[in-house]
């Protein structure tokens, strides 16, 4: 049975150069234990990290890179998340951190998302 909890979906981040590919992940409760929640790549679908609970940080990498990225949420069930996150990316000089912050959208299983669809990449701040 697939998860029917409400998807909390990143749409705005703020650092340097890396904090655009946050935006669309999204965090999703668990239906088995209720207490925690998973987080997925909206761009490839696959989840990143299980597991997570609120107020405590999780790592995680992209498929396909080697740069490890840390978040700490404080995740309101079923409404909102935000919190920090930094990663170790070596090519760029300056410190990568930042904030971010995800919203509960509607987004049901089996639906077909596209970039028109999505207004997130447009409240990527740097």
Same mark, same amino acid.
């Given at each position: 049975?697939? @998860?029917?909890?409400?998807? +909390?979906? +990143? ?55 080697? +740069? ?6 404080? +995740? ?11 990663? @170790? @990316? ?37």
């Amino acid at each position: 049975m697939p @998860n029917t909890n409400m998807k +909390i979906k +990143i749409k705005a981040a703020t650092g340097q150069r890396d904090n655009s590919e946050l935006i669309g992940c999204y965090f999703q409760q668990d239906e088995s234990p209720a207490t925690t929640y998973s987080f997925y790549d909206l761009q490839s679908g696959g989840t990143l990290a299980t597991g997570i609970t609120s107020d405590s940080q999780f790592s995680f990498s992209f498929p396909n890179s080697h +740069i490890t990225w840390n978040i700490t949420p404080t +995740i309101v069930p079923d409404k909102s998340a935000s919190g920090t996150w930094s990663n @170790n @990316n070596q090519t760029i000089d300056a410190d990568e951190s930042g904030t971010w912050t995800a919203v509960a959208v509607p987004m049901p299983e089996g639906e077909e998302h596209s970039a028109e669809d999505d207004d997130s990449a447009a409240s990527a701040t740097a």
